[in-house]
């Protein structure tokens, strides 16, 4: 039975500072002038020596995880020398999806992820969390619940798997419903590292 390989390019909130160090040096470096020129900043030097702070930044980290992700794409290929079946990401990754894929030019995604990022920036201020080993009938009762007591915005945004669901909102309505589920015995409730409310309506009233 033939092997298919298919890629999966992770999503926001999967940066940290250092994410670069594991690569070759060389690889990286030949990469810092087109994303230099995408930009008009040095994303890879903020990646590798700046703070938290500005990394979290949308704008930030959308380009900085697409490099990233392509620059591992790339390693992996020259160590391997593989093809994949196929490619797809979550959420931002479809970016790092396309350009692995020859679909779009690595200096145009890098620009449309920051523009993207900045839009982003602008929608009012939301979180998100992965609600673990809870029913997406019991997570969505608690969203409307939510929604209909405090008229705010809550709602699933991922179902990565059974067991793991991702709920986006504005920061009360997410913190209430996170307080209600951990008070009803569904306490593995997971704040994501993201800046804004992905994949809600929160982004329709910026």
Not at 36 to 56: P, R
Not at 146 to 162: H, L, Y
């Amino acid at each position: 039975m033939p092997r298919h390989i298919s890629i999966l390019f992770p999503g926001q909130g999967s940066q940290y500072i250092g994410m670069l160090d594991n690569l070759p040096t060389e690889l990286v470096e030949s990469f810092r002038s087109l994303a230099l020129e995408a930009l008009s900043f040095d994303i890879i030097d903020l990646i590798k020596n700046g703070n938290e702070e500005d990394l979290n930044k949308t704008s930030i980290t959308q380009p900085a995880i697409l490099l990233t992700s392509f620059i591992y794409f790339k390693h992996l290929q020259n160590s391997i020398n593989f093809k994949a079946d196929l490619m797809c990401g979550h959420s931002l990754g479809e970016y790092s999806a396309l350009v692995a894929s020859n679909s779009i030019a690595l200096g145009d995604a890098l620009k449309l992820v920051y523009q993207r990022g900045l839009l982003m920036e602008k929608s009012l201020e939301g979180s998100m969390y992965a609600i673990l080993n809870t029913d997406i009938d019991i997570i969505n009762e608690f969203c409307m619940k939510v929604r209909d007591d405090k008229n705010m915005i809550v709602s699933t945004a991922n179902i990565n798997s059974p067991k793991q669901i991702v709920i986006a909102g504005e920061n009360k309505a997410v913190e209430t419903v996170v307080s209600d589920l951990k008070n009803n015995g569904y306490k593995k409730c997971i704040k994501l590292n993201v800046a804004v409310a992905s994949h809600c309506k929160i982004n329709g009233k910026s």
